[in-house]
């Protein structure tokens, strides 16, 4: 079982940039795929980015290429969130998620730990 706990999370203006952390354990961290998520007011949770195993591929959402970048530690078992040039529509609770699947993976039934989220407002 891994317990996962996302920080970082804050009010910004349009522009700025905020860092989100996960960390994770109970588990064995380098094993699991790591996967972003995020979910505003009135709509289903989106996908935003994922990163494999050993760091080696990541993946985003068409919404957040180019602005977000997503990275792990795997001696610090914690995922990262870059989150630049931030827009109003970006507002939203950023979920971390963990996957048994040896590939990387997009959808929310894909993935089998979640954290409870955190909450970014970005402000126009």
């Known amino acids: 079982q891994v317990q996962l706990a996302e920080s970082g999370g804050g009010l910004v203006q349009a522009g700025g940039s905020l860092r989100l952390s996960c960390g994770a354990s109970g588990g064995t961290f380098s094993t699991h795929v790591m996967g972003w998520f995020r979910q505003a007011p009135g709509k289903e949770r989106e996908f935003v980015a994922s990163?494999?195993?050993?760091?080696?591929?990541?993946y985003y959402g068409d919404s957040v290429k180019g602005r977000f970048t997503i990275s792990r530690d795997n001696a610090k078992n914690t995922v990262y969130l870059q989150m630049n040039s931030l827009k109003p529509e970006d507002t939203a609770v950023y979920y971390c998620?963990?996957?048994?699947?040896?590939?990387?993976?997009?959808?929310?039934?894909?993935?089998?730990?979640w954290g409870q989220g955190t909450q970014v407002t970005v402000s126009s």
């Open positions: 990163i494999g195993r050993s760091g080696g591929s990541s």
């Open positions: 998620a963990a996957t048994r699947s040896q590939i990387n993976k997009y959808y929310v039934r894909d993935y089998d730990y």
